[in-house]
């Protein structure tokens, strides 16, 4: 018997022990009979890659980290598993007949690949949908600031010096890092191809170098430009800017392409809120880009 304290989110800690015990330290894993081993003080079934709960552990907990559907929640999960499911890139494969002779309902099936749809067509930060792999010492804190120092392409590419070097990564963390990119890149590269809507973090570096002009400001782009204006809200997301979709007294610009609706001009007088050309928009990232002999392609 314990006396334990929990506050918030944070693990349980244990003041005191109040009435000891025997305790029964189990020698094989209850999900597969491996034998367990220490690893510090925690005793795992190293039998990662097939051991049934761990396996259908990290199949529930990508859909829980994603956060964005349900559906897939334990239950489903282990029926998928008795059917021979065992990765995350078989799940997305799955079609609505597909389903149905796993036993699920036909309402059920259609729902579920719906929610799959849905999954990869909401926009999720990447260091959420890295974070959903469950890597050890990935949790969503370390990938966020991995991802704000290297983007989502390049993580695969890292070695351990580069890693250790980032702000808060020990050696060690860093060393489970580059061994866990190692075993998730193929999943990784077979979920790529469902497309994800990824919100890609801001690189640090771009937004220090960017901080003191248009950093954080709150812009709205409207109207036809004459670059592509998806590539433009991506490039203005990359350093930093937040985008906004209507005009409100919280909007700093307005930058207009060419046939704007008078409304959202009308709404930018009303609030204060200081209209740019296309060309005024450009010439001030461009300007920018000199002072800092910045090598940002705007493409
Ligand atoms: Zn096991």
Redesign the pocket.
């Known amino acids: 018997m314990i006396e334990l304290t929990r506050s918030g989110l944070v693990i349980p800690k244990i003041n005191q022990v109040l009435k000891s015990a025997p305790v029964k330290i189990p020698k094989l894993?209850p999900?597969?009979s491996?034998a367990l081993e220490w690893e510090s003080d925690f005793l795992m079934?190293v039998?990662h890659d097939l051991?049934p709960?761990?396996v259908i552990g990290k199949m529930e907990y990508f859909f829980k980290i994603l956060a964005n559907n349900d559906g897939f929640g334990i239950a489903t999960i282990e029926k998928l598993y008795e059917h021979g499911i065992r990765k995350i890139s078989q799940i997305y494969a799955l079609s609505a007949s597909d389903l149905s002779d796993m036993g699920f309902g036909d309402k059920t099936s259609t729902n579920l690949v719906n929610q799959l749809k849905r999954s990869t067509n909401e926009q999720i930060e990447d260091w959420r949908f890295l974070a959903a792999f469950g890597v050890v010492r990935m949790g969503m804190g370390n990938c966020e600031n991995l991802l704000k120092t290297y983007p989502l392409n390049e993580i695969f590419e890292l070695n351990l010096e580069q890693i250790s070097a980032i702000d808060g990564f020990a050696e060690l963390t860093a060393q489970m890092i580059v061994t866990g990119l190692k075993i998730i890149q193929t999943e990784f590269n077979l979920l790529s191809r469902y497309r994800f809507n990824l919100e890609i973090t801001s690189l640090q570096k771009n937004l220090e170098e960017f901080a003191h002009v248009l950093f954080g400001k709150k812009i709205v782009f409207t109207g036809k430009m004459q670059g592509s204006r998806d590539k433009m809200k991506k490039h203005a997301k990359s350093i930093g800017i937040k985008i906004l979709t209507s005009v409100s007294a919280k909007t700093d610009y307005l930058v207009v392409g060419e046939k704007v609706g008078q409304k959202k001009i009308e709404s930018a007088k009303k609030f204060g809120v200081k209209v740019l050309s296309e060309e005024d928009y450009q010439a001030m990232i461009e300007r920018q880009m000199q002072k800092n002999s910045l090598q940002l392609s705007l493409n």
Do not use: D, K, L, W
């Open positions: 894993c999900s597969c491996e079934c039998n051991c709960a761990q």
